[in-house]
C-alpha cells in the first residue's frame, strides 16, 4: 500500500510539472529574479537532473550527478524536450523499481535509510523546486499554470 501510494504521488507529480515546465520561454531562461539564486533555468535543470539522478539511481545503482547548468541547453525548448525525456526515463525507471524491496537498507547517503525513503525524498525535493520555480514565475510576472488538487 505505502509503495503504491509514493508511486502514484512520483507519476502524478511528473505529470503535474510537465505544465509548469512548459511555461518556460526563452525570454526568461537565464533570469535571475534573486540576486543571490539561480538562474531560473538552472533551477528548472536542477529539478530535472534530480528526478534522473534519483530514479535512475534506485532502478540501475548508478549514482552519477549529471550537469544541471542551463548552459548546455541553451534555449527553452531544449528544457522541455529534456525534461520530457527524463520523465519517460523516470517513469520506466520507477517501473523497474517496483519489483524491488523497497524496504531494504540504503548504504551510499548520508545516514541511515531504506529505499523507500529515498523515493520519498526524490519526491519532497522536487516540490520544493517546482515550488521555487511558481515563485520564480511568479517574481517575473508569469502567472503559473494551475496545478489540479483534489482540493
Same mark, same amino acid.
Given at each position: 500500500?505505502? #509503495?503504491?501510494?509514493i508511486?502514484?504521488?512520483?507519476?502524478?507529480?511528473?505529470?503535474?510539472?510537465?505544465? @509548469? @515546465?512548459?511555461?518556460?520561454?526563452?525570454?526568461?531562461?537565464?533570469e535571475?529574479?534573486?540576486?543571490?539564486?539561480?538562474?531560473?533555468?538552472?533551477? =528548472?535543470?536542477?529539478?530535472?537532473?534530480? =528526478?534522473?539522478y /534519483?530514479?535512475? %539511481?534506485?532502478?540501475?545503482?548508478?549514482?552519477?550527478?549529471?550537469?544541471?547548468?542551463?548552459t548546455?541547453?541553451?534555449?527553452?525548448?531544449?528544457?522541455?524536450?529534456? /525534461?520530457?525525456?527524463?520523465?519517460?526515463?523516470?517513469?520506466n #525507471?520507477?517501473?523497474?523499481?517496483?519489483?524491488?524491496?523497497?524496504?531494504?537498507s #540504503?548504504?551510499?547517503?548520508?545516514?541511515?535509510?531504506?529505499?523507500?525513503?529515498?523515493?520519498?525524498?526524490?519526491?519532497?525535493h522536487?516540490?520544493?523546486h517546482?515550488?521555487? =520555480?511558481?515563485? /520564480? #514565475?511568479?517574481?517575473? %510576472?508569469?502567472?503559473?499554470?494551475? @496545478?489540479?488538487?483534489? =482540493?
Amino acid at each position: 500500500m505505502e #509503495y503504491e501510494l509514493i508511486f502514484d504521488a512520483l507519476n502524478r507529480h511528473l505529470s503535474e510539472t510537465k505544465s @509548469i @515546465i512548459d511555461q518556460l520561454t526563452d525570454e526568461v531562461l537565464h533570469e535571475k529574479p534573486v540576486n543571490s539564486g539561480r538562474s531560473l533555468g538552472d533551477v =528548472i535543470m536542477h529539478l530535472i537532473r534530480s =528526478i534522473e539522478y /534519483y530514479s535512475q %539511481g534506485l532502478a540501475k545503482n548508478v549514482w552519477i550527478p549529471l550537469t544541471y547548468e542551463v548552459t548546455e541547453f541553451s534555449t527553452a525548448l531544449k528544457v522541455k524536450n529534456l /525534461y520530457n525525456e527524463v520523465h519517460t526515463k523516470a517513469s520506466n #525507471y520507477l517501473i523497474e523499481i517496483t519489483g524491488t524491496n523497497l524496504n531494504e537498507s #540504503y548504504e551510499k547517503g548520508n545516514r541511515p535509510a531504506k529505499r523507500i525513503d529515498v523515493l520519498l525524498e526524490m519526491l519532497e525535493h522536487s516540490i520544493q523546486h517546482r515550488g521555487q =520555480i511558481l515563485v /520564480y #514565475y511568479r517574481l517575473l %510576472g508569469i502567472e503559473p499554470a494551475k @496545478i489540479p488538487y483534489i =482540493i
